[in-house]
């Protein structure tokens, strides 16, 4: 007798209001932000994509994930199921960090105990007093829930593991093995716990558990065995994986990218109309979403060659703001043809207004059939494309005044096959922005299915990404929100995403590997200064500190092709003497300025307490604290502006930092040198040593393991003495490599951290 297979479905919470301000939420009732909305439809797109219905729906008390459970139901048509509610599935407590600002924890606590406690499984951050209105025994919606069994004012993740896990078996598992559909909705930590316990993950590796995107829900399979109360986890992927066309073959390579976008709410959607080819302004949400759009592009570093779209302005203002915060700013070509289907009589009308009017079997019947016109509206109809300027230029006889699906696909493909496959001819980035009707028949053209089999799952903030040969034929398709840079993740011709390390996964092969290192104790550090870019030697300790990690890595015999670091003497020393320890002094040296650490602005060479004496605790906090804030720059004829240091005379002037950077340029300035110089390296087989700073290291770990702003602390920290080792396997869907394996040499994961860890109150080792 075959054994019993149970699939549940996980989607997180979108982003929060609280996220959006970069604030510790944890059981904080923030809302979500319209960004967390739209993640919500998104995952809800997804879900009916795939036709799934559920049963119940288990969510926390915290309303961005009820509210996330809410939308994804609603847009998935799954209204009836239930919807059960538990503290136990709240976020992690973040203690005394709750409602504070990344800037306003690192003022009250200092930046290594932040960064301490974010990035550790089990050690408990500064936990609130039970008078502290951030005490749960303070909030009504938890009068009813034993005291007791209250977090004590905070929760490390090995806490939160410890409330999850009840909630599982008592309240989960029952419904799994009584035969229901579950969907659980919750929080990035608290599904964090959750597949720990499920996939029986060390403690020292909970935290390096992958989240998928918030409108990538996740499913998990599992065996129902006939005795006992434990289901038996088999492996988990992603919904919203790549979806391989079936008819190319296996290794069939992509060359173009096509970016499909639905334009953003326009003021007809608002008052829920039937917008047709009346020509409505996007609404205020609608501009947001559509610069959302344009910063997820801009995020993904796609460089756009050209952009179409309809020639109705909400369509065109969406391509516009997507141009602008994407930093692609090409004027769009615009065509009628890429109109959405015309609604006939229904144009302008709401759905009750319609109903009224003609009756629900009619609207129902012109909505709902691929082939069937709606009840046209006459040429001296204000409505019908003859009378309005826009298509002035376009012959009578090719305007409708009302259409099917089927015809709206006739002139979509003619438009695709004449005036877009001819330039996909090798590495173009094409966006098109349109409507939900010309999208889906343009959907089932590319995919050789009638346009009513096309799933409605087109957003209005993350692009659909085909992909194509230079022939124009289809390869593969995905949701730009969920391609993370680095996530691990290996999909297969089924449309499954597979995670590593799970039984009867594929598992990708190693290609290459990374050594990282931070440089040893510098005379800034010991001076307890802001080092930044001023080119400190090192110490007697730091020297020592190089070379017992040279030691470290020649006892388990590691031979590099090649060492990155940055131009910086303290750098270049320390990998020096890591290189001579190891047994690799030959190996060629890369050094590079973009492997600098960032940037401090005016605070470069002043302690901590000279800094604040000049400019004050505050502004000192939030230059050090925040994501994107950046520090007063010091002015072009202050000697520690790079441009006046001759270890930067032939780098161009707009190149170089402006005399200060946050921590995002610091990230903006890193990234395109991994992409270019250390990446292909790594492909090609090669180990890697890589030399530098701990905020410049900071902002790479971001980009590699896909750290959101607001998780910045979460990434730990780099050690001088303990080599932090990253293997690398290739990305089937794109050129880029992703992680397989993380660990430290000689040293466990407690121990290496540990090691890595600034002494508290201090900002340096």
Excluded at 584 to 600: C, F, I, Y
Aim: hydrophobic share 35%; proline share 6%.
């Amino acid at each position: 007798m075959s054994p019993k297979i149970a699939s549940v479905v996980f989607v997180r919470h979108g982003e929060s209001q609280g996220n959006a301000k970069n604030v510790y939420t944890g059981w904080d009732d923030t809302p979500l932000s319209i960004r967390g909305e739209q993640e919500a439809v998104e995952a809800g797109l997804c879900l009916k994509a795939k036709g799934l219905k559920f049963d119940v729906v288990f969510t926390s008390a915290l309303q961005r994930a009820v509210r996330t459970a809410e939308m994804a139901m609603r847009v998935s048509k799954n209204q009836k199921a239930e919807i059960e509610k538990s503290w136990r599935l709240n976020a992690r407590h973040s203690g005394g960090l709750q409602g504070l600002t990344q800037a306003d924890a690192v003022d009250l606590y200092g930046e290594s105990k932040v960064t301490l406690w974010r990035s550790s499984y089990d050690i408990l951050p500064a936990c609130v007093e039970k008078d502290d209105p951030r005490h749960p025994i303070n909030d009504p919606t938890y009068k009813d829930v034993d005291p007791e069994l209250l977090p004590p004012g905070g929760e490390s993740l090995a806490c939160t593991v410890k409330r999850v896990m009840p909630h599982w078996k008592e309240k989960i598992v029952p419904r799994i093995k009584a035969g229901q559909s579950v969907l659980v909705a919750a929080h990035k930590n608290s599904l964090r716990a959750l597949w720990k316990f499920l996939e029986n993950v060390p403690d020292e590796d909970a935290l390096d558990i992958k989240m998928m995107p918030a409108s990538a829900p996740l499913v998990m399979e599992f065996e129902i065995p006939p005795v006992g109360d434990d289901l038996v986890f088999l492996r988990k992927y992603s919904l919203n994986a790549p979806t391989f066309n079936p008819k190319v073959r296996v290794d069939a390579a992509s060359t173009n990218k096509v970016f499909f976008l639905r334009h953003a709410e326009s003021l007809g959607n608002a008052k829920g109309i039937y917008g047709g080819w009346e020509d409505a302004a996007l609404s205020l949400k609608g501009e947001q979403q559509a610069t959302e759009a344009g910063l997820l592009v801009k995020q993904q570093g796609v460089k756009l060659n050209h952009v179409f779209t309809s020639v109705l302005q909400r369509a065109v203002r969406t391509s516009e703001l997507v141009c602008q915060a994407s930093e692609n700013l090409l004027p769009p070509t615009k065509s009628w043809q890429l109109n959405p289907g015309h609604s006939g009589v229904l144009q302008g009308l709401t759905e009750k207004e319609a109903i009224e009017m003609y009756g629900e079997d009619k609207v129902k019947y012109w909505r709902g059939s691929d082939d069937v016109l709606p009840e046209c509206v006459q040429r001296s109809d204000p409505r019908h494309p003859a009378n309005d300027p826009l298509y002035a230029e376009v012959p009578v006889d090719q305007l409708p005044g009302g259409e099917s699906l089927t015809t709206t696909m006739a002139r979509v493909k003619a438009y695709w096959t004449n005036n877009i496959v001819p330039l996909l001819t090798g590495e173009k980035n094409i966006l098109v922005v349109a409507h939900r009707d010309s999208l889906r028949a343009l959907f089932g053209h590319l995919e050789g299915v009638p346009p009513g089999e096309v799933p409605d799952g087109t957003s209005q903030t993350a692009p659909l990404v085909y992909e194509f040969g230079n022939d124009g034929t289809f390869v593969m398709k995905y949701s730009l929100s969920t391609m993370s840079p680095e996530l691990g993740l290996n999909p297969e011709r089924l449309g499954l995403m597979r995670f590593h390390n799970q039984p009867g996964a594929h598992h990708s092969e190693k290609v290459g590997e990374v050594v990282f290192l931070r440089h040893g104790e510098s005379e800034c550090n010991l001076k307890e200064q802001f080092t930044g870019w001023e080119d400190s030697g090192m110490t007697a300790k730091g020297v020592e500190q190089a070379r017992k990690a040279g030691k470290y890595l020649k006892a388990q015999g590691y031979k590099f092709n090649v060492v990155f670091t940055s131009v910086l003497s303290r750098a270049i020393e320390s990998a020096t003497y890591i290189c001579e320890e190891s047994g690799n002094q030959d190996v060629t040296m890369v050094k590079s300025w973009e492997l600098n650490a960032r940037h401090p602005g005016v605070l470069q060479g002043l302690t901590k307490h000279q800094a604040i004496t000049l400019y004050g605790k505050e502004k000192v906090n939030i230059w050090r604290g925040s994501y994107d804030v950046m520090p007063e720059c010091v002015g072009m004829d202050d000697a520690r502006h790079p441009a006046n240091n001759p270890l930067y005379s032939d780098i161009p002037r707009k190149e170089l930092p402006p005399g200060g950077e946050s921590l995002a340029r610091t990230v903006d300035r890193i990234v395109p040198y991994w992409r270019q110089r250390i990446a292909p390296r790594i492909a090609a087989g090669e180990t890697v040593l890589v030399v530098g700073h701990k905020n410049s290291l900071k902002a790479l770990f971001m980009y590699l393991e896909d750290t959101s702003e607001h998780d910045m602390f979460d990434v730990k920290p780099v050690s001088t003495t303990a080599p932090l080792v990253m293997e690398f396997g290739r990305c089937s869907f794109s050129d880029r490599l992703m992680i397989l394996k993380k660990y430290f040499v000689k040293h466990t994961t407690e121990e290496g951290l540990a090691q890595s860890r600034c002494k508290d109150g201090s900002f340096h080792k």
